[in-house]
C-alpha cells in the first residue's frame, strides 16, 4: 500500500500500470488537495477524479472507491484490500483533505477491527515439477500465486507483456494473437466484479422534489442541506456514490431515471463527476452545485444552491466562502 496527494500520486502513477501487468495487487491512496501543481497544498478539493481514472498509459482494469468519512474510510481499507487480492489488480482510494485531517465523531462500535482476510486463490505447496504457468488463462482470469521461494514455482515478474508461462513476447512481432488473449484474461477480472460490491441506495422519500447527487466527502454537507430544506418547504432525497470503478450504472440509472430534478455537488470547478456519470449512464442533471476555492462545503452553501437552482436563476451554482475574520 502507498499513501499520497495528487502531486505524490502523478509521479508514481506507472507503478498503477506495473500492478496491472504483473497481476500483483496493490492499494494506492490519493488524498486530494487543491491543484494543479503545488497548488495549495493544505486545502481541500475533489479535482483528481480523472487522474485516477487515466493513471498510467494503456488499458487495463484498476478499482477505485471514494469513502464518504473517516469511518467509512476506516473500513473501506481491508474491503479493498481483499477485493485487490482475490482479482489481482490494483486499486486506488480516492480520498482528499477534508476526510485526511477533518474530525469526526462515530460510534466505536461501527469500527471493524478484526475484518475478515482473503489472499484469493493462492499455492502454498511446492510442486513435484516445474512447468508454473503464473498468468495462465482462465474462467475468471485469475491465475493462482505462489508464495514465494516455493520450489517448482519460478517464474518471471516484468513490465513488458508476456505468454501464460510469464515468457516475455513484447518484442516478437508474429504474435498478435497472444497479445490479444492476455489483455482479454486480464479484463475477464472485472466482468462481474460490481456483484461483490453493494450497489448505492437513495436516501430519503422517492418522490421528493431535488435530488442531490454526491460522491466522497460531500457526504456530510448533503445529508445536513437535506433537512435543513425541509424548514423552506423543499423536500429533497440524496444519492451518494461510494464506488467510481466498478460502476453500478444500472442501479444509478434506475434511481435517476424516476427523480424530478437533480443536481450534483462537487468540489471541482470542471464537473469531473458529473462529466463520468455522463459516461456511464447518458444521464444529463438539471444543475450543479460546485465548489473550488480550496474550502468545503458547508450545509448551507447547498441550500442556497439548491434555492436558486429551483428558482430558475442559474444552472450553476457556486457558493462565496464567508472569510472569517
Known amino acids: 500500500m502507498c499513501a499520497t496527494s495528487g502531486g505524490g500520486f502523478a509521479l508514481m502513477s506507472e507503478g498503477i500500470g506495473m500492478s496491472a501487468m504483473i497481476e500483483t495487487p496493490v492499494v494506492v491512496i490519493n488524498c486530494q488537495r487543491a491543484g494543479p501543481s503545488t497548488g495549495v497544498p493544505t486545502k481541500t478539493e475533489q479535482g483528481d477524479l480523472w487522474q485516477v481514472l487515466g493513471a498510467s498509459q494503456g488499458d487495463f482494469e484498476r478499482l477505485i ?5 473517516a469511518l467509512d474510510a476506516f473500513n473501506t481499507v481491508p474491503e479493498l484490500f481483499n477485493l485487490v487480492d482475490r482479482h489481482q489488480c490494483p486499486g486506488i482510494i480516492i480520498s482528499d483533505l477534508l476526510i485526511a485531517e477533518g474530525r469526526f465523531s462515530f ?19 511446492p510442486a513435484a515439477t516445474d512447468g508454473y504457468m503464473r498468468y495462465k ?12 521461494g516455493l520450489e517448482g514455482y519460478v517464474h518471471v515478474v516484468a513490465t513488458d507483456e508476456h505468454d501464460e508461462d510469464s515468457t516475455l513476447i513484447s518484442d516478437e512481432y508474429t504474435n498478435p494473437h497472444k497479445r490479444r488473449r492476455m489483455v482479454e ?3 475477464r477480472k472485472l466482468l462481474n466484479i460490481a456483484n461483490e460490491i453493494a450497489p448505492p441506495e437513495l436516501e430519503g422519500p422517492e418522490d ?10 460531500t457526504y456530510g454537507a448533503i445529508k445536513e442541506a437535506v433537512d435543513l430544506l425541509m424548514p423552506k418547504g423543499v423536500t429533497a432525497n440524496h444519492l451518494h456514490l461510494k464506488w ?48 473550488y476555492d480550496g474550502e468545503p462545503f458547508m450545509p448551507h452553501h447547498i441550500v442556497d444552491g439548491v434555492l436558486e437552482l429551483l428558482a430558475g436563476r442559474t444552472d450553476r451554482y457556486v457558493p462565496v466562502q464567508e472569510i472569517i475574520t
Open 65 to 69: 472507491v471514494a469513502p464518504r468519512d
Open 107 to 125: 460510534d466505536a462500535d461501527h469500527i471493524n477491527m478484526h475484518p475478515k482476510i482473503d489472499r484469493g486463490a493462492l499455492i502454498t505447496e
Open 137 to 148: 488463462s482462465t474462467e475468471s482470469g485469475v491465475s493462482p500465486r505462489a508464495l514465494p
Open 185 to 187: 484474461k486480464r479484463a
Open 208 to 217: 421528493a422534489e431535488v435530488t442531490l447527487i454526491g460522491w466522497g466527502s
Open 244 to 291: 467510481i470503478v466498478p460502476f453500478h450504472a444500472e442501479a444509478v440509472d434506475n434511481i435517476l431515471s424516476r427523480a424530478r430534478r437533480t443536481i450534483v455537488v462537487e468540489n471541482n470547478y470542471s464537473g469531473q463527476f458529473y462529466r463520468y456519470l455522463r459516461s456511464e449512464t447518458g444521464i444529463s442533471v438539471t444543475g450543479h452545485i460546485r465548489k
